[in-house]
């Protein structure tokens, strides 16, 4: 069985190599993968900067956005289903929250993350998941079901916002979303699932971005969060870029009562100008909360798939915008112009 893996640690050795093919234990799925979604994550394990192999091992067999089908099935799940498998599987402590079920809020750090950290991840021929961590996929969703993990990240994320926006009265109108690569058009296709006037800013000019954020019905803007916030005042930003300068003007752009939740991971190292005094000021007079989110819990898994579920299927079959096939899956991970979401067709 051919697999995508990298030595942690180590640049230089993403490569696909050949693996033994894993066997189910009980209540385990054996599951033929389809496709995995290539994100910012396995590229800074690529390079060295992020991820652990499981215990005793050398390489991480990557991939954490999933899609497959049950060969061999277990729980509820029959022959021939499509399945997207869970990433966070709780500490072994556990701690409270992961012992509530709320992984995603995992307290002592100790979890594992399938393709990440300490567990191998789905970017194999064949793969098992318990069957209490594999979501079933409707059968209209095989084109897209691979974008099911990004999507429970922004489901996750608007979750927290409504959480935090219900401790006073709330009623938002205006989202802005910074950065326009998967995570910020998902989390925007939300916003207008919601019904709310969605704006979304990144960078370039040309390519699919613009096109894609206005198919939304949702106003697409190149310029700065600074340029942006004179025309119109977010009650609520999703910041999807990790990039300092606007994770810094994203939490000035909101209104009073704004909330800003940061779902990108930045580099460390990158400094920036901050007049905290200003900034405190602002939070406090303005009851403002910025919130970090990450990760997704099965509930999130579920209303993820509602999302999807509820899109334009054409649509989001535009946000993939390059498939390979895993004998060429180093390729995806080399950025091309125009890369929106980089797929590798596990079965091709
Ligand atoms: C994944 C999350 C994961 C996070 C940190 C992200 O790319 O989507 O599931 O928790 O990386 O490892």
Redesign the pocket.
């Known amino acids: 069985m051919r697999a995508l893996t990298c030595i942690p640690g180590r640049t230089g050795t993403l490569a696909v190599a050949e693996m033994t093919p894993p066997a189910p234990g009980d209540g385990e799925l054996l599951v033929d993968g389809l496709a995995v979604g290539v994100?910012?994550?396995d590229r800074e394990i690529a390079a060295a900067e992020y991820g652990t192999a499981p215990p005793g091992e050398q390489r991480l067999v990557l991939g954490?956005e999933s899609l497959g089908r049950v060969r061999q099935p277990a729980g509820s799940f029959a022959a021939g289903d499509l399945v997207v498998g869970v990433?966070?599987r709780p500490d072994p402590v556990p701690c409270g929250a992961c012992a509530h079920g709320e992984f995603d809020m995992c307290r002592n750090g100790r979890y594992t993350?399938r393709g990440?950290?300490g567990l191998h991840g789905f970017a194999s021929q064949q793969w098992v998941v318990e069957a209490d961590y594999a979501v079933p996929i409707p059968a209209a969703l095989e084109r897209v079901g691979v974008l099911l993990?990004?999507t429970t990240?922004v489901a996750k994320a608007w979750e927290q916002v409504d959480r935090i926006g219900s401790r006073a009265w709330y009623e938002p109108e205006r989202v802005l979303v910074t950065g326009a690569g998967p995570i910020g058009l998902l989390a925007a296709m939300i916003g207008v699932q919601r019904g709310l006037d969605v704006h979304v800013l990144d960078r370039v000019t040309d390519g699919p971005k613009p096109t894609l954020v206005a198919d939304l019905g949702a106003t697409y803007h190149a310029t700065s969060v600074s340029e942006v916030a004179q025309s119109f005042t977010p009650d609520v930003v999703i910041e999807a870029t990790g990039a300092s300068a606007v994770v810094i003007d994203a939490i000035a752009a909101t209104g009073s009562y704004g909330i800003t939740c940061l779902t990108g991971?930045s580099s460390a190292g990158r400094r920036v100008q901050v007049d905290v005094g200003a900034a405190n000021r602002e939070i406090v007079l303005e009851n403002d909360v910025v919130v970090g989110s990450?990760?997704?819990n099965l509930s999130h898994y579920r209303s993820g798939v509602e999302a999807l579920s509820r899109a334009d299927l054409a649509w989001l079959e535009r946000l993939i915008t390059r498939r390979v096939p895993l004998e060429r899956a180093t390729e995806a991970f080399e950025p091309h112009d125009g890369d929106v979401k980089v797929v590798i067709d596990l079965q091709a």
Do not use: D, Q, Y
Request: charged residues 25%; hydrophobic residues 40%; neutral net charge.
């Open positions: 994100c910012g994550t954490h990433v966070r993350e990440i950290k993990e990004p990240v991971v990450v990760n997704a």
